[in-house]
Every structure is written in C-alpha cells, then in structure tokens.
C-alpha cells in the first residue's frame, strides 16, 4: 500500500520549554497552546537528544484535546529547512521623484512647468487584488486637468483627491492608501515637531497635539505622509485633507516632521501608493498580496516611477492559517461545507509572528511502524513532513529548541 505524503502542522502559542522541564513534564503536564518534542513515554525531550532517539511531535490543542505526529527517529530526516519570522512587505509605487531636492512631479513645459489645460493622468492596474481564485486584473484610470498657476501642490493634491474617489471605488475592501510626499529644497528644512504625541484619526483632518506651535500653511508629515495645515486650535490643528494613516491616539513626535509655511514654496511634491492587506479567512481564502502597477500621459517622459515589490515575508499569520486548514485535509477533516458548516481547528493565533521549522521523514523509521492515520486508519509508506510553526516571541526561543533537536 503507497499513500501520497501527508503533511503534519504544529503551532507552538506558549512556552513549553521555558515553563516545563525536559525529563520531567509531560504531555499531560501541557497547558493549551504548548507543544514540544516527546519521547514514547510522553515525556518532553531536551534540544541535546542524541541520534537514533525515537520521538514524536505532541501539542495541546486550545480545546484542551493533545494530538501527535508520528514517530520518527532522530537522524533519519530527508530534508531540514528553517526560516525565522520576516516580516512582509507591502507593494509600493511612488510617482514622481521623491527625497531632499527631488524633482517630484514633473510637468511637460520648460523646465518641467506645469502646463495648464493638461489632463495629468494616472492609469492603475492591480493585477493581484482579490484572492487565487478571482485574480481578474483592475484598472483605474486617475486623470486631474491643470488649471492656470497650478504647481506641483495643486497637481498632487487634485490627482490626491481623485485616487481616493477612484481608485479603491467598488472593491470590496479599501486595498490602496494613497499618500503625498512633500521634497523639501534641501534637509535643514524639516523640523521635529514639539515634545507631546500627536493623536490621528482615518478620514478625519482633526490632529490632536497639546501646544503645538504649528502654524497655518506648514507642510507636515505624519506617518510618511505629508499634508497642509489649514487651521490651528491651542490643543490640535487641521489638515488640508483627511489622514489617510490607521487611526492612532499617540504617534511619538519624534515621528512628526513639520517644515515652515515660507519654506515649502521651495519644495516639490510626490504621490506614494501602497498596497494594504484585506480580510483573510484561512478556510476559504488563499493568501495573494496585493500587486499593482502604474503608467502615466501627460507628465515628461523623464517621469521617475519607483517600485517596491510585495514580498510575503515568513511566518505571517496568513502562512501558518492557510498552512493549518491544509493540513487539516490530511488529518482526515472533511471539506468546506455549508449544512452544518465544518468547524476547523484554528490554532494560528492573528496577532502573533511565527519561525518555521519545516522537516521530512520516511513514514517507516528504523525503531518500528508508526500508529495508523488517525483520518483513515491506515499505515502510510510513503514520507511525511512536520512542520512546526512557533510564536517568535516566546521568552525561549522554541524555534531554535526544535531546530537543535532535529537537525541531528
């Protein structure tokens, strides 16, 4: 009998080796959310086992229920791969030039002057928006027609407003931040602002910051985004457009950069876009960062378009979810159903980051046959791959525990 490899995946949310004691604790002694190495006994295995140690991979589930890998023997792996917590990166394009001194947005005319009775246009195709299964590309077509005396202010700040009435228009969920990049004419010009937090709201152009000595017609940059200030109260001030940022009560000033209203006529001006993470069910979603690209008409060929690419990263919740559900199909769980609807284990906890350790074994080990498959009671002969993802911030590093253990 030959069955398909089967993948086995653990998730470690607590410490077991910080709490418990190899040669001592045992599965019996795991609180939900720990997980170690054991022995046939049940008893948790210190990182220096020797080769040719049979063990097995135990985990209390947050329900209480322990389950197992099968048993395999130290040394006898196929393949060994471990990859700690990298955080994801979200795709980016910034039009225009941006940085001290940049160029910005630069118009047809003379020297890059903008010219008025052109339409300046921005066409936005997302090309990875929605999920494995719905990946049809969207395109957004972004224009702004420059009126007389318009600069690179204006210019950004009417494609500013158009990207927030076209671009994420109807989408299921708000997939784009667009934000403006204010170039000051040279570094000396940004100041840090006063010594208290600054409090932000999504959609709102209300900032919150005790005696803070802004004045009307700064550019201020809040989070890597800059706006105008219009108006000033003793204990806030208002921006010229709604904060595009996640809401956040306490921004530490050291954060805030603000530069003179009689500076900022120096400067030019940039639009950033960037890619935001959309709701994700692991049961029905297969995780796709959002990708998208940018082509402009009317602006100078000599336009400068930089692009940060999406990289997924390692270990993201949306990895070790999708992970979960997967093997979960291997475990003998039935399929998404309606009528009752399938309740999955989901260990994979949101707001924790996770180090993989990834590793394959024969089926068969060398100190005797393995327990049956606990979905269809049969043996498998072929190998099988353990995977254990565990919380990158636990007090021990289980990570490395598992990785010393195994790599024999």
């Known amino acids: 009998m030959y069955e398909k490899s089967v993948t086995y995946q653990f998730i470690v949310n ?8 190899p040669g001592t604790t045992t599965v019996e002694d795991f609180t939900a959310g720990q997980g170690g190495l054991v022995d046939g006994e049940g008893v948790l295995v210190s990182s220096t086992t020797t080769a040719g140690t049979r063990l097995r991979f135990a985990q209390r589930l947050s329900d209480g229920n322990l389950v197992y890998s099968p048993f395999f023997t130290l040394g006898t792996h196929l393949a060994l791969e471990a990859e700690e917590y990298d955080a994801p990166t979200m795709h980016s394009v910034t039009v225009g030039e941006s940085g001290n001194g940049g160029d910005g947005m630069i118009g047809q005319g003379t020297a890059g002057a903008i010219e008025a009775g052109e339409t300046y246009t921005l066409s936005i195709v997302i090309t990875s928006s929605q999920s494995a299964i719905n ?12 009126q007389t005396n318009d600069t690179q202010l204006e210019v950004s700040r009417g494609l500013f407003d158009a990207s927030l009435n076209i671009v994420n228009r109807n989408l299921p969920n708000r997939i784009i931040q667009v934000g403006r990049i204010f170039n000051p004419g040279s570094a000396s010009d940004i100041t840090t602002g006063a010594a208290q937090t600054v409090g932000v709201t999504y959609g709102s152009t209300n900032v919150t910051q005790t005696t803070h000595a802004r004045s009307v017609g700064d550019a201020v940059d809040i989070d890597g985004d800059w706006y105008i200030i219009t108006d000033t109260e003793t204990n806030s001030f208002t921006i010229d457009r ?110 924790n980051d996770y180090d993989i350790l990834s590793v394959v074994y024969p089926a068969t080990d060398s100190g005797g046959s393995i327990p049956a498959h606990t979905g269809t009671g049969q043996v498998p002969t072929a190998t099988f791959r353990l995977i254990i993802a565990s919380n990158a911030t636990l007090t021990v590093n289980e990570h490395d525990n598992y990785e010393t253990a195994l790599d024999r």
Do not use: C
């Not at 607590?14 to 004691?21: F, I």
């Not at 395109?139 to 702004?144: G, L, M, R």
């Open 135 to 146: 990946n049809t590309p969207i395109i957004k077509t972004v224009p702004y027609r420059a």
């Open 242 to 351: 709604p904060y595009q940022g996640e809401t956040d009560a306490a921004i530490a000033h050291a954060d805030i950069n603000f530069v003179p209203t009689a500076s900022v006529g120096d400067g030019t001006w940039s639009l950033r876009f960037t890619a935001l993470d959309r709701p994700f069910d692991p049961v029905t979603d297969m995780y796709n960062p959002v990708r998208f690209t940018i082509t402009t008409s009317g602006f100078a060929p000599d336009l400068d378009i930089s692009t940060t690419a999406a990289d997924p990263g390692s270990g993201t919740y949306e990895q070790v979810a999708q992970q979960e559900i997967y093997s979960a199909m291997n475990e003998g769980k039935p399929w998404v159903q309606a009528y009752p609807p399938t309740k999955y284990r989901l260990e994979a906890d949101p707001d």
């Open 14 to 21: 607590v410490d077991t080796y910080d709490a418990g004691t």
